[in-house]
Each structure stands twice: as C-alpha cells, then as structure tokens.
C-alpha cells in the first residue's frame, strides 16, 4: 500500500488525494486541479492546473503494460507543447519501483529511463542534427532539436514542474532502434535513454476507450 502524506486530503477543496506511488513529489487534485507537493508529511498548494488538453491517446492513468521484461503502470502525466504542437510524456513506474516514461507523439512510442551520463553530453546552445554521441557502448545521432514548454500535468510526478518559460529538448536515435532525450529543463540537462517501443510491444491494457480508436 502506498503511504499518504498526513490528512492526505487536498488543501484547497478538502478532496481526497491518493498517490499511486510512494515516491510521488507532485500530484493534482482530481476535483478542483490544484498542482500539490509534498512537504514532509504535509500537502502544499502551488498552483491550479488550467484546463488541461484534452489527449487523442488512448493511455491515461492507471493503464498496465509490459517493457524490457517488467511490468508497469501509468501514474502521471506532462504535455509539452512546440511549434509544431504537442506530445505527452506518461510516467510509469516499473514493478521493481523505478520510474520510467512513456514518450506518446502522433501514435510513435518511447520508453526510456534517466540515466547517468557517463560520457560527453550535448551542449544546448551549440549541437546541431547530425552530431554523434556515445553512452555506455552506444552510438546515438541528434535527431531533433526542439523548444517546448509544458501545458499540463496530471497524476503523480517524480519532480516539480513549476517552469513555464521554454526549455530546450534533443531527440538522439540510431540505426538500431535506440533513442534518447537531453532534457533541459534541469540544470544540469537530464539524460533519458532507451528505445522505440510499438503499441503492441507494450502489451498495453486498462486503456481508455473513445470514438474511433
């Protein structure tokens, strides 16, 4: 069983709150959409969501499914938007308690980890696509370099997402279906590896349902 922070009910509107996973920092509140962070025992207030995007994805919270031999389930989410428009990042934690995300952009999958960077990471301000890196024997190629900002956060998230300035993102790939992501919306940059994953791979159930998927 999950433990819940002290009272375990939402500051603003008195609901009460449930965290899917122990290790949770931020939450939402369901029924008024107050961004909540854990301080110490205690809940805190920080924000309001605003109305959050209505997602074409048929995963949501709660939705079960399987990757590199483990099971998971789906426990929070963020929208990033970008000039082109916008995708979603599912976090999902691992049966083995760690977190892993779920990248969900015009029906391509990603799954990858936070990983330590145990070799030379691309700077934000001067890599360009096509520069190579390598991490623990892999080679990867800049695929994309993006601005992004988040819209939107929902269920349980390992971190805070107070930002709403640009942050800037790199998609690395290979010929073998690896990917990674240099996230900057820390300082320093996260590193995020691990592969293309299809939606059958994933073995994906718990799903929602809407018309026509």
């Not at 399987?66 to 691992?94: D, M, P, Q």
Request: glycine share 8%; net charge negative; hydrophobic share 40%.
């Amino acid at each position: 069983m999950v433990p819940q922070p002290h009272g375990a009910t939402c500051p603003n509107c008195g609901a009460p709150v449930r965290f899917l996973w122990a290790q949770a920092v931020q939450t939402t509140c369901a029924y008024c959409r107050s961004v909540l962070v854990r301080r110490d025992l205690d809940l805190e207030r920080v924000g309001v969501q605003a109305d959050f995007p209505v997602t074409g994805s048929p995963i949501q919270i709660g939705t079960e499914g399987k990757w590199r031999g483990k099971s998971f389930v789906v426990v929070g989410r963020i929208t990033y938007a970008w000039a082109r428009g916008r995708w979603n990042e599912w976090h999902c934690v691992l049966n083995d308690g760690l977190s892993a995300w779920l990248s969900d952009a015009q029906l391509e999958y990603a799954m990858t980890m936070v990983s330590e960077p145990r070799g030379k990471m691309p700077e934000l301000r001067s890599t360009y696509v096509g520069d190579s890196y390598v991490w623990y024997d892999v080679r990867y190629e800049v695929a994309n370099i993006l601005e992004a900002t988040y819209i939107g956060t929902e269920g349980d998230l390992p971190f805070y997402t107070y930002r709403k300035d640009a942050s800037t993102f790199i998609d690395l790939q290979n010929d073998q279906g690896a990917f990674a992501t240099v996230d900057g919306t820390e300082t320093p940059p996260l590193l995020y590896l691990g592969e293309y994953v299809t939606f059958d791979d994933l073995a994906l159930k718990n799903l929602r349902e809407f018309e026509g998927w």
